[in-house]
């Protein structure tokens, strides 16, 4: 394995928290196992490990961006990263708010109905 797949790994496995990283990497590898390749390396590795911003911060512009997009298993992943990451419920709403007056509203309401699917599971 290479040094940013190694680097990927640990940091989504922080991130997605220890006991689902190998549900994660399976989910993708599933999809296509060069796809997982790129994901832990490029995303894990060389993104979300660089320095300047904070994990929640990324977080944050992620969901802005996703949400944006109308990406809803990224979003969904996304969202369960931000709170681990640090980011209060109340600072995804507004972030949720940038996506409604840059995006639409739509785009929010559908990130917010995802988020709300998130904090449920969470509860469980």
Do not use: H
């Not at 990927?8 to 006991?19: C, I, L, N, S, T």
């Not at 993708?28 to 790129?38: A, G, H, L, Q, T």
């Not at 512009?61 to 709170?83: D, E, P, T």
């Amino acid at each position: 394995m290479n040094d940013d797949y190694e680097k990927g790994y640990k940091q989504f496995a922080e991130m997605v928290g220890a006991d689902n990283i190998e549900s994660l990497v399976s989910r993708f590898r599933s999809v296509c196992p060069d796809f997982e390749k790129e994901v832990i390396t490029v995303l894990g590795g060389r993104i979300w490990t660089r320095g300047t911003i904070d994990l929640k911060t990324r977080s944050l512009c992620s969901i802005c961006v996703l949400a944006a997009l109308g990406r809803s298993n990224a979003l969904k992943l996304n969202f369960q990263m931000a709170l681990r990451n640090g980011a209060e419920v109340q600072e995804i709403f507004e972030a949720i708010f940038q996506v409604a007056a840059y995006a639409g509203f739509a785009a929010a309401w559908d990130a917010l109905e995802k988020l709300a699917e998130v904090l449920d599971d969470e509860k469980r």
